[in-house]
């Protein structure tokens, strides 16, 4: 898993492909919108994410900041 972004998205490569979330950034960490998960980035951009992914992706996310001096923390509007 690789995890890139900027002060608005972060970007999370998983299984081969990207997912760009949309967020804001916070003192030592990232708040990420959980709703923003909706495809995966071309060439995969027609290949929708399915809960299931999505709870992968979150869960995959928090597991490799939660130690982090920089923690990514999600939303709960979908959860």
């Not at 949309?22 to 998960?37: C, R, T």
């Amino acid at each position: 898993m690789k995890i890139t972004g900027t002060s608005s998205y972060i970007r999370v490569e998983l299984h081969n492909r990207s997912v760009k979330i949309q967020g804001e950034q916070l003192v030592g960490g990232f708040l990420a919108y959980s709703d923003s998960i909706a495809n995966w980035e071309p060439p995969y951009d027609d290949v929708g994410i399915d809960e299931q992914t999505k709870k992968e992706l979150i869960q995959a996310v928090i597991e490799k900041t939660k130690n982090s001096h920089f923690q990514i923390k999600f939303d709960d509007r979908t959860f």
